[in-house]
């Protein structure tokens, strides 16, 4: 593990590790912010909150990185129609409720 990399961030590394993805500063910020995100965002949501602070990541890495999260079981992809597929980090058996309105998402514990 790089040197200053502690805690928190030290866990993203891992599950970066874990899906046997090249670590890098774009995959490890799309980890945390998909981690620290109830709401399951599409990968499009991702990308624009993420993209100020990373003008040179480009929309392929956040999906593809999303997909290989998926494939690892690290994170879930989730088919709310209509709609593009929300990304759930929440690993363990849950249910969704989903507004009607706004189509916003959450957990069901």
């Known amino acids: 593990m790089p040197v200053g990399i502690a805690g928190e961030d030290a ?6 590790r874990a899906a046997g993805l090249k670590v890098t500063p774009q995959r490890i910020a799309i980890v945390r912010e998909l981690t620290h995100d109830p709401t399951h965002p599409t990968a499009q949501e991702l ?16 999906y593809n990185t ?3 999260l998926a494939a690892k079981g690290l994170c879930a992809g989730r088919s709310m129609a209509p709609g593009p597929t929300r990304f759930d980090p929440n690993m363990e058996p849950h249910d969704h409720a989903v507004c009607d309105r706004c189509g916003l ?3 069901v514990h």
């Open 11 to 16: 866990d993203h590394v891992e599950r970066v």
């Open 66 to 68: 999303l997909d290989a």
């Open 105 to 107: 998402v959450r957990d």
């Open 47 to 62: 990308y624009e909150r993420l993209l100020p602070g990373n003008p040179s990541m480009s929309f392929a890495t956040v």
